[in-house]
């Protein structure tokens, strides 16, 4: 079962995907293009197909109050991400 949990004052791009369990805080910038995954697939039973396999997280993403994520960001399950931290993307 997954679970969001947002803050206020949330700016969230398009092309942005968000799943699994996150918690979100107050006054947090999500660029374009950012996949927040907040669980894995699993693969532990093989020769099984990986898509019978159930979808697993140790710990939910936690983004703290006052964060940047720039365009293009990868973030994954178990994460915690400080306050007033900037998470640089794809930029070049």
């Known amino acids: 079962m997954s679970q969001l949990t947002l803050g206020n004052n949330i ?5 942005t ?11 947090v910038m999500i660029a374009p293009n950012c996949m927040i995954a907040g669980r894995k697939q699993g693969i532990k039973n093989i020769p099984e197909p990986m898509i019978t396999e159930p ?3 140790k710990r939910p993403i936690v983004i703290e109050d006052d964060v940047w994520i720039a365009a293009n960001s990868l ?9 007033g931290s900037v998470i640089g993307g794809g930029e070049c």
Not at 17 to 27: D, L, T
Not at 76 to 81: A, E, K, S, T, V
């Open 11 to 15: 700016q969230i791009n398009p092309n």
């Open 17 to 27: 995907s968000i799943y699994g369990n996150v918690i979100i805080g107050n006054n």
């Open 55 to 57: 979808c697993t997280s």
């Open 75 to 83: 973030i994954l399950h178990g994460i915690r991400i400080g306050s």
